[in-house]
């Protein structure tokens, strides 16, 4: 799981399927389209989307009762604009492998015989 620093202490970020789907869903993107869907990080409001849903998900990970709000992660962003970049490179880093992963699934597994 990644990390971000904010106001000098470090916090968990984690975008696993959980948060790529409900980003995905949020922005109306597929998920196979998330890494070339220009629309879909192509705004501050969906890098805002993305942290909530990356930092409350390394919360949850992390076993922290700490949540995020949207107006958090601006107040965030307006106190370090630099953490813009830094989700969004946590990001591709995060889900690069994920898509590779499922992209090399079957869609049309085997069925197992009787």
């Keep these: 799981m990644a990390e971000i620093t904010i106001n000098g202490k470090p916090h968990p970020i ?10 995905a869903q949020q922005h109306n ?6 890494l070339s869907a220009p ?4 705004s501050f409001e ?8 990356g930092l409350n998900d390394g919360a949850r990970r ?14 965030i962003f307006d106190d370090d604009p630099q ?5 969004a490179e946590i990001f591709v880093q995060s889900i690069t492998p994920l898509v590779d992963k ?7 597994p085997p069925r197992p015989t009787r």
């Design 14 to 23: 984690h975008f696993g399927l959980k948060a790529v789907s409900r980003f």
């Design 62 to 75: 992390a076993k922290s009762n700490l949540r995020y709000t949207v107006d958090d992660v601006w107040d």
């Design 46 to 53: 969906g890098f805002a989307d993305l942290a909530v849903l």
């Design 29 to 34: 993107v597929d998920f196979s389209d998330m």
């Design 102 to 108: 499922l992209g090399s699934l079957s869609p049309n």
């Design 39 to 42: 629309e879909a990080l192509s």
């Design 83 to 87: 953490l813009i970049l830094s989700v």
